[in-house]
């Protein structure tokens, strides 16, 4: 972060705006909104600084910049015309240790005054940084729709309550799942005691508190469940709605290798972030620690997001999860996710299926048993019925072929399926990393080599790989080079 979000309690505090146009009045009448003593410098004001100082709102130092006035202020805000003078305040302020915000110039500002949602005492501040001005007002102006105006009245019922429900639950962790359940439905239309507060109906919803209360049948422990939940095949804008919902909501993620990182980010700040990806080839985390870590959380009561990539009951291993919970008497629900086949391939510009001749789709995995747990007949060895599949002549998509994909074009070719079958390789599937190599059944492994295609990477096979070329729309994002000086003419 190129600064720390912080809200600061200026009550009673002294501030000092350097300046005295229509910019410096609108930043003093700000700080006097927030309960701040201004002291306005500046040879001249504006009618509405005059007006404000005569009613004993600002003070005034009606003289040019006075650097002896910069040492006794909590913030400083340079808003005069002349780019030198800006400069003087902000050199005065670092050499005084206060912060400043200089006026359209981030630079040299070591404080930045956000573009804010105001529903006091909620407020949601909106900043990029002195980058780019106008787009965190657009953001701010969409938030403005989006929040009730009532926003403001809500917190106000919910303060009113807070230390009555935090004496009738001492657990935080049940507090929070309180207010969680009792809060959040406002900001998705769902009735609820909040709604009740934004409609105006408080009694209604501190009736509704109060049985929800009740109904705590034991306040000091906490119920934990499982919630296993499809990532997605990579772009982390594929996730569900409901998934997102259990990530930003979970005490602890347990999450895959292939999860993008900045799905991550969604998780709340105080979430216990565990990586339990199985790395192809090489060191894992096996499936039966993971089980274990699972019901070990939810016994001791929290709410636990297993992070899968793609979906969790293809190839992701989430029945085998669902089974442990279920063995153990746990609760859990799985959120189905994109999987590879049907993602990857939109964004390849392969459809699975065609009216004209696709009518059908085999999902199969190159690795059988892969991983170092694995016992019986899927023991890592182990093969699919290759003659089956190839001997089925429609869409085929194979899972985890990188490694494998010269074994696995061989033996399709040797159990019947033509070597000009159209072909293709997908590797890093809906991400700016995307690679697709095409070909036919008898040359995709050749051609992926050539091309450097490793793993994790999804093979298509059919004639529905032909229709890439007029299909293939998505076009991964080059990384931003800025124009040099004069390349704008």
């Known amino acids: 972060m190129t600064y720390l979000p912080i809200f600061a309690s200026l009550r009673g505090q002294p501030c000092l705006v350097v300046g005295g146009g229509a910019v410096a009045e609108r930043k003093a009448l700000q700080l006097v909104a927030a309960g701040a003593r201004v002291t306005v410098n500046a040879p001249g004001l504006s009618p509405a600084l005059e007006a404000a100082h005569a009613d004993g709102r600002i003070d005034v130092a009606r003289r040019p910049f006075d650097a002896t006035l910069v040492p006794l202020q909590l913030l400083v805000i340079a808003a005069t015309s002349d780019p030198a003078v800006n400069r003087a305040v902000a050199e005065a302020a670092r050499a005084a240790l206060r912060l400043c915000n200089v006026v359209d110039d981030p630079a040299a500002s070591t404080w930045i005054s956000p573009s804010v949602v105001d529903r006091s005492p909620l407020l949601i501040a909106v900043s990029s940084g002195g980058q780019a001005p106008v787009l965190a007002r657009l953001v701010r102006q969409r938030l403005e729709r989006w929040l009730p105006a009532r926003l403001a009245v809500l917190a106000d019922w919910a303060g009113s309550w807070r230390e009555r429900v935090k004496v009738a639950l001492p657990d935080v962790t049940a507090r929070r799942r309180l207010w969680e359940d009792v809060l959040a439905g406002v900001l998705d239309a769902r009735t609820g005691p909040a709604q009740a507060v934004i409609d105006g109906r408080t009694a209604e919803a501190d009736a509704a508190l109060l049985r929800r209360l009740g109904e705590q049948d034991n306040p000091g422990v906490t119920r934990g469940e499982a919630w296993l939940v499809g990532a997605g095949p990579g772009d982390p804008g594929l996730i569900t709605a409901s998934g997102l919902h259990c990530l930003q909501h979970a005490d602890v993620v347990l999450h895959d290798r292939l999860v993008a990182p900045a799905l991550l980010t969604f998780a709340r700040r105080d979430a216990e972030l565990i990586d339990v990806g199985k790395t192809g080839g090489g060191a894992a985390t096996s499936q039966g620690h993971i089980n274990e870590l699972l019901i070990d959380r939810v016994r001791a009561g929290l709410r636990v997001c297993r992070l899968k990539g793609g979906d969790p009951y293809v190839f992701g291993r989430g029945s085998e999860e669902a089974l442990a919970l279920a063995a153990a008497g746990l609760p859990f629900r799985v959120i189905p996710g994109v999987t590879a086949a049907s993602g990857c391939g939109a964004f390849a510009g392969i459809p699975l299926t065609h009216r004209h001749g696709a009518h059908a789709v085999t999902f199969v995995t190159a690795h059988l048993g892969a991983g170092p747990d694995a016992t019986g007949p899927d023991a890592p060895g182990a093969e699919p019925d290759w003659r089956a599949i190839a001997a089925l002549g429609q869409t085929l998509v194979v899972y985890m072929a990188g490694r494998r994909l010269a074994a696995v074009s061989e033996a399709l070719r040797r159990h019947g399926r033509p070597a000009d079958t159209p ?34 990477a999804i093979l ?20 931003y080079n800025p124009p040099t000086s004069g390349a704008l003419r």
């Open 460 to 479: 298509y096979v059919g004639d529905v790989v032909a229709l890439r070329e007029g299909l293939d729309w998505f076009r991964p994002a080059a990384p």
């Open 423 to 456: 072909a293709a390789v997908v590797m890093g599937g809906t991400t700016d990393d995307q690679r697709v190599v095409s070909g036919t059944l008898g040359d995709i492994a050749a051609a992926a080599a050539a091309a450097g295609v490793s793993s994790p």
